[in-house]
């Protein structure tokens, strides 16, 4: 009577700990924190202040880009313009 032996099993690739989900944990952790302080200096009024003055800087840079290319072009496309 022959024998029948199942082949040995193969040795399976180490095994890596799954560090996906723990550094995703670890910078929405850190996120959700910085949002927070964030949300909490923004009460300041000095604070308040600055960020309404860099927006309206930003803003003003803004309108001016916009301007000075209505100016130059009119309103066309970029990739119509013909020089």
């Known amino acids: 009577m022959r024998r029948v032996t199942s082949a040995p099993p193969s040795p399976s690739p180490p095994s890596r ?12 952790r850190w996120t959700k924190r910085k949002v927070t302080e964030a949300a909490q200096r923004a009460l300041d009024p000095k604070v308040r202040r600055r960020n309404i003055t860099l927006t309206v800087i ?10 000075w290319y209505l100016w130059k072009f009119g309103i066309v496309m970029p990739w119509k313009i013909d020089e």
């Open 17 to 28: 700990p799954n560090w996906d989900p723990v550094w995703a944990q670890i910078v929405l």
């Open 58 to 67: 930003g803003l003003v840079i803004i309108a001016a880009l916009l301007g």
